[in-house]
């Protein structure tokens, strides 16, 4: 029979891993060790109850489901790439939308693509079609007066 292993150290590098690893082994997975009567910081273990226990844990295989947080860090991912995808059709909307508008005024500028309400932006929105309805009534009241000049 092999000595016993006398602290946690030893036990951990038994194993090949630290000692909150096999502490964390033993609070959560049922690791094999034995504490003296009576005391609660000094452990001992045994080797062949160790190896015994190692070869007992299963061992992740490709082909068992993936972890929860590796399922959510790829659910974030593809969230992130179709929200990508999202806001570029929404530009070619926006755009497209102005493409139409600016048929019916050329006068009014492309509009502002902010990510939220803003007052600075709705400000300068109301300004611009102020401004474009003032271009357009000085056009229509041009065009009116060379159309009555030409038919005089």
């Known amino acids: 029979m092999a000595t016993a292993l006398t602290s946690w150290k030893e036990i951990a590098r038994y194993v090949g891993k630290g000692v909150r690893t096999v502490q964390r082994w033993e609070r959560e997975l049922g690791f094999p060790v034995r504490r003296p009567h009576g005391t609660t910081h000094r ?31 790829r ?6 790439e179709e929200n990508a995808e999202l806001l570029q059709q929404l530009h070619a909307v926006q755009w497209r939308t102005w493409a139409r508008f600016n048929e019916l005024l050329p006068i009014v500028p492309p509009p502002l693509i902010m990510p939220g309400p803003s007052n600075q932006a709705l400000n300068r929105s109301t ?26």
Not at 48 to 60: G, K, M, N, S, T
Not at 75 to 80: D, I, N, P, R
Not at 127 to 152: D, G, I, P, T, V
């Open 43 to 73: 452990v001992l273990a045994v080797p062949e109850d160790v190896d015994a226990w190692l070869r007992a844990q299963p061992i992740c295989q490709k082909n068992e489901p993936e972890s929860e947080l590796v399922s959510l860090r």
């Open 75 to 80: 659910l974030v991912a593809e969230l992130k």
């Open 127 to 152: 300004l611009l079609l102020q401004r474009s309805r003032e271009l357009l009534e000085r056009f229509y009241a041009s065009r009116n007066s060379r159309q009555k000049a030409n038919a005089a």
